[in-house]
């Protein structure tokens, strides 16, 4: 069993919450709910190695379940330094600043 530091566990939590209220009230389009939920699980780092792997795992399986296609990701690797792997760094830090649009994009891209 897995067993998480306390802050990380309260940020995880808040974070489910806040997505569930985003998919009840439709508070953004399916694609940007699941990327939204990955930058946020992202900046936990819940883990101290693999937090973007799964979290795109998970924003994988939130896309399916709000009917939408799994991502792409780029498709490639993005462990690998690679241009797609700067543009997801940089899609990444655009979240930061409150654009999704980028991460949008290259997730299905």
């Known amino acids: 069993m ?62 399916i379940q709000l009917g939408q296609p799994r991502f792409i990701w780029g498709r490639v690797n993005l462990v690998d330094p690679s241009e797609t792997r700067k543009a997801y760094i940089a899609a990444l830090k655009a979240a930061d600043a409150g654009d999704y649009d980028r991460l949008v994009t290259f997730s299905r891209a």
């Open 2 to 63: 897995l067993i998480l530091k306390c802050s990380f566990a309260v940020d995880l939590h808040q974070v489910i919450d806040d997505a569930k209220y985003w998919v009840e009230h439709a508070t953004f389009p399916p694609d940007e709910i699941a990327v939204r939920f990955i930058h946020r699980v992202v900046a936990i780092r819940p883990y101290p190695n693999g937090n973007g792997r799964f979290s795109r795992l998970i924003a994988d399986l939130l896309a």
